[in-house]
């Protein structure tokens, strides 16, 4: 597997300039764990990035059912890739599709690369934030002030799990 500093460049994660709210909810992004030899991705247009505890910080949420929870929960890393318009169709294959019976990575063309800790960014992604885990706790049903999003988001009650990541390196191209 290639190198990812082979086609991105490393950037400080405060150089970014994107609009978060519109990079998660309309361009969405893939959230990957694993390892080299075993990993699996899916698309996400629900997350946070900010500073918390003095850190840069990504959030992700995963519902426990889905085959990419396993990986989160196994593993200290996770990424966050996002791309142009033009791969729209990665993201919803990825989305739609369970790695469980498909192999997305053969399924879409995407072309995995290894990042300087070992995890897998992707070459047709226009950025990758790289997130060690820091903190993850599920949200709780008795937390909810307003019951309606319950009923709109978990009528089933499979309450996602949150990742919050520490940004350990940014690439861009």
């Known amino acids: 597997m290639d190198l990812?500093?082979?086609h991105f460049k490393t950037i400080d994660c405060k150089k970014i300039t994107d609009n978060v709210f519109r990079l998660i909810d309309d361009e969405w992004m893939l959230i990957t764990a694993g390892i080299p030899e075993n990993f699996n991705t899916m698309t996400a247009s629900w997350g946070l990035m900010?500073?918390?505890?003095?850190?840069?910080?990504?959030?992700?949420f995963i519902r426990p059912q889905r085959y990419t929870?396993?990986?989160?929960?196994?593993?200290?890393?996770?990424t966050l890739s996002f791309f142009h318009e033009e791969h729209r169709s990665i993201l919803n294959f990825c989305g739609t599709k369970s790695g469980r019976n498909t192999d997305k990575i053969k399924e879409t063309g995407l072309i995995p690369l290894l990042t300087e800790?070992?995890?897998?960014?992707?070459?047709?992604?226009?950025?990758?934030?790289?997130?060690?885990?820091?903190?993850?706790?599920?949200?709780?049903?008795?937390?909810?002030?307003?019951?309606?999003?319950?009923?709109?988001?978990y009528p089933t009650k499979d309450f996602h799990k949150f990742y919050i990541g520490q940004i350990v390196q940014s690439y861009i191209k």
């Open 4 to 6: 990812i500093t082979n």
């Open 50 to 60: 900010g500073i918390l505890w003095n850190k840069p910080i990504a959030i992700c």
């Open 69 to 78: 929870f396993a990986f989160t929960e196994h593993q200290d890393y996770y």
């Open 117 to 153: 800790h070992g995890n897998i960014g992707y070459l047709q992604a226009r950025m990758v934030l790289e997130c060690r885990k820091i903190y993850a706790d599920r949200i709780h049903e008795n937390g909810f002030i307003d019951a309606g999003i319950i009923s709109k988001n």
